[in-house]
Every structure is written in structure tokens, then in C-alpha cells.
């Protein structure tokens, strides 16, 4: 698309979102509450709020839902305006980080002591709430990246979920030669393609070596990188894929994974809410996961995933946020948004036996797993993350320039390092 049509894309989203937020005059307990869940990602947040508001009456709390797209174009132009919405939905790592340098957010330090949330969430989940000693965020979810399948495929072709990449390569060849289309992949917004760069970087370099990409310790021409590329490519020229990726979103690849027409997509667990909620798929029926397959028994495994939050405008109404955060903190809500979301509470006051048997096993493997790590995009500051989707698209579309591809992106992130903005 020509970049003076995504622009004005972007103001008819930016102003369109601006207009949807409603007014409130100041001292009011009216709140707004602004997030993503929407489409394909609806569930859990409107039983949230409206749980609330029917036990606190003294406040009026409006969820404002916006399309996953536009909610990343806008949330920036509104927080620099000064208008933002009370509270709104983010996601933890490098995103959050990047507001809190910005002097966007307000501290909910005193939310945070006074519900003993430091005996409620896990210390990995603390820390991915505290920016420059304070905490900034609220966990809502934990979501978990992995392979989803088609049960009645992977019977059909006596399939079992692979345990090591030979056996995930020879489940690809079965698959092709019987004429189904391995792996479903929507990379039309850029984002779901990272996740085979996580993993395929993390299951061959390891998370440490990730940890100094992400942070510009290393550049993007390095030969673990390179590797990653190769290996991809070999993925993508041996026909695994489905034809032009980037045409489709995430909904439409998981779609081609419930009508049969794929057998499996790498995606996060907020394809549970779809295939339960909007599909009808019945869990460990028509549909399961197998985690990312090892490729070099020397590395140690790393689960992926995002853990979304509730973030407080530092020009809202800061002062009057706290019963909801609180309120959203507590098992009755964690486990609302559960349910409707298809991801994990990051809580560990959720007993496990609440979760499906299907989330039950997800949850054993994300605990059994040594290492956690956020996806690309919420592990590297928002700027470089930016280059690096546009360089996994271009990839995505003509896998051979890898190499050139590599060289311009490193280029443009070690110029950000150096001098970041």
C-alpha cells in the first residue's frame, strides 16, 4: 500500500478512535477504559467491567473496544495529545517501557502494595510490570505460543505431535505429499510472522544470544541470525506454507486450520477463544498444541509468549483507578477473562484445576519450560521492533533476499542503538 494512503488510514483511525472515547468532566467517577479485544481476540473484558460496575455502583466504567490495528496506530497519537482514555489495555515488556520513558504512565505502586499483588502474581510477572523501580501495569493474561493442529488431520495421516525438528520435518513431507497444506500462516499485519524468528533464534542461539539481539549487543548480520533465515527458507521453498502469506491475517490462517485446508499454524493461545468461542471446536477433539519442536538438545528450551496488562493515563483520572485495579486483580475476574480469552491468568491464586485439561497441559509446559521470553516485538524498543516486521514481511514475500534484507535492517537498528530516540 502507498505510504500517503497509510497515512490518512491512520488519521481516519486515529480520529475515529478519538471521537469513540467519551467525555467526562473532571472529578468524575466515570472512567474509560480503552483496549484491543475485539474480532477474532473478543472475551472476557466486557464480563469484566461489567461485573464491576454492578458491585460498585459509585462508578461508571466503559470498556471501549477498537480493532487490534487500529488500537496500535492510535494509543500513541492520543496519549501525545493529551487525551487519552483513563486506562487502557498494553502489552508488558519494551512497549510499556517505552510509555514510562515517556512520562505517559502513572506508578500503581500503592494498588500494588495495598492488594498484596507481590503474593498473588509470580515474580517473572512482577518484574514484567516494574519500570525504573515502580510498577506501571496491571497483568491480565499470559498468553502461550505454540503450534495449534487439527486433530482429525493429524489422525487421519497417523500423525503424532513432534517431539525434535526430524520428526517435525518428516510430519511437513507426510502432510505435503498427501496433498494438505502443512503450516497456515496470515502475516498480512506483519506481527504473526515473528514468531517463527523467536523460536527458531531461541531453539538454535539460545535465549541469551536473543536477549543481546534485542538489546542491540549484536547485530542482525550475524551468523546465528543468518542460520535462522536459512533454515526458514528451506521451510518456505520446500512448500509447507500456504501460498502468499502475507494476503492473510491470523484469523484467516487459523480458519484454514479448522476447515481442513491447513493442518497446523503457530499462533498464541488467544486462538482458543476463536476456535472455542467463535468456531465451535471442541478442545483435545478437533483441535490441540505441541509446543515449538527442540532443533539443538544443547539449547535450553525457552517458552514464548505476551502477558497483557491494564495501564493507568498519567493525564486520566490516575487518583480514581484503583478499586478497578484491584477489582481486576482478584481470582473471580482473572479467571472471567480466562474464560472468555482462551489465554492463562498470570495469577497464582487460580488453581489449576479451573483451567480446561488442554490449558492444564499448557500451563505444565509453560512451568516445565526453563525459560520465558516476550515475542519480538514487545522484547526490542517499539522502533527497531517496527523495522524488524517490515523485514520479516519483505522476507516472508521473497525469502531469497534474505541476506540483502538482513544487511538494511541491521543498518537501520544499529543506527537506533547508537543513537536512540
Request: charged fraction near 20%; include cysteine; aromatic fraction near 14%.
Amino acid at each position: 500500500m502507498h505510504p500517503a494512503i497509510n497515512a490518512l488510514r491512520a488519521s481516519v483511525l486515529i480520529f475515529t478512535c478519538l471521537l469513540a472515547i467519551p467525555a467526562h468532566p473532571a472529578g468524575s467517577d466515570q472512567l474509560v477504559f480503552l483496549h484491543y479485544w475485539t474480532g477474532g481476540l473478543k472475551g472476557g473484558i466486557h464480563e469484566m467491567v461489567r461485573a464491576f460496575n454492578q458491585t460498585n455502583p459509585e462508578y461508571s466504567v466503559t470498556a471501549n473496544g477498537f480493532d487490534h490495528e487500529a488500537f496500535k496506530v492510535s494509543i500513541g497519537p492520543m496519549l501525545a495529545g493529551g487525551t487519552p482514555p483513563d486506562m487502557f489495555s498494553y502489552w508488558a515488556g519494551a512497549k510499556v517501557h517505552a510509555l514510562v520513558k515517556q512520562n505517559y504512565l502513572a506508578p500503581i505502586d500503592d494498588v500494588w502494595s495495598k492488594a498484596g499483588l507481590d503474593n498473588v502474581f509470580p515474580d517473572p510477572v512482577t518484574r514484567s510490570c516494574t519500570y525504573f523501580g515502580h510498577k506501571y501495569a496491571l497483568p491480565l493474561t499470559q498468553h502461550f505460543v505454540a503450534f495449534f493442529y487439527n486433530k482429525q488431520i493429524f489422525d487421519k495421516h497417523d500423525l503424532t505431535p513432534p517431539a525434535n525438528w526430524e520428526q517435525f520435518i518428516e510430519a511437513c513431507d507426510k502432510l505435503k505429499q498427501a496433498g494438505v497444506t502443512p503450516i497456515a500462516l496470515g502475516s498480512r499485519e506483519r506481527w504473526p510472522a515473528q514468531f517463527w524468528f523467536d523460536y527458531l533464534l531461541l531453539r538454535t542461539a539460545g535465549p541469551k544470544y536473543r536477549q543481546a539481539l534485542m538489546e542491540g549487543r549484536v547485530s542482525y548480520t550475524d551468523p546465528e541470525v543468518k542460520r535462522v533465515f536459512k533454515i526458514w527458507k528451506s521451510l518456505l521453498h520446500a512448500g509447507y506454507f500456504n501460498v502468499s502469506p502475507n494476503l492473510l491475517n491470523w484469523t484467516d490462517a487459523t480458519k484454514l486450520v479448522h476447515s481442513g485446508k491447513a493442518a497446523m499454524t503457530l499462533m498464541g493461545t488467544w486462538c482458543i477463544g476463536l476456535f472455542d468461542g467463535q468456531l465451535d471446536w471442541k478442545q483435545g477433539e478437533d483441535y490441540d498444541f505441541f509446543q515449538f519442536p527442540a532443533k539443538d538438545e544443547n539449547v535450553p528450551m525457552t517458552a514464548l509468549g505476551p502477558i497483557d496488562v491494564a495501564v493507568v493515563s498519567r493525564q486520566g483520572n490516575p487518583d480514581k483507578v484503583n478499586a478497578i485495579l484491584a477489582y481486576f486483580s482478584a481470582p473471580g475476574p482473572q479467571m472471567e477473562m480466562s474464560r472468555g480469552s482462551g489465554a492463562l491468568s498470570p495469577s497464582r491464586a487460580i488453581p489449576p484445576s479451573f483451567y480446561t485439561n488442554l490449558q492444564q497441559r499448557i500451563l505444565n509446559v509453560i512451568r516445565e519450560t526453563p525459560h520465558w521470553a516476550f515475542n519480538y516485538d514487545l522484547a526490542t524498543p517499539p522502533q527497531v521492533a517496527d523495522l524488524g516486521l517490515n523485514a520479516l514481511k519483505e522476507f516472508v514475500h521473497n525469502p531469497e533476499e534474505y541476506n540483502k534484507i538482513l544487511i538494511d535492517l541491521s543498518n537501520k537498528a544499529d543506527a537506533y542503538f547508537k543513537y536512540p530516540r
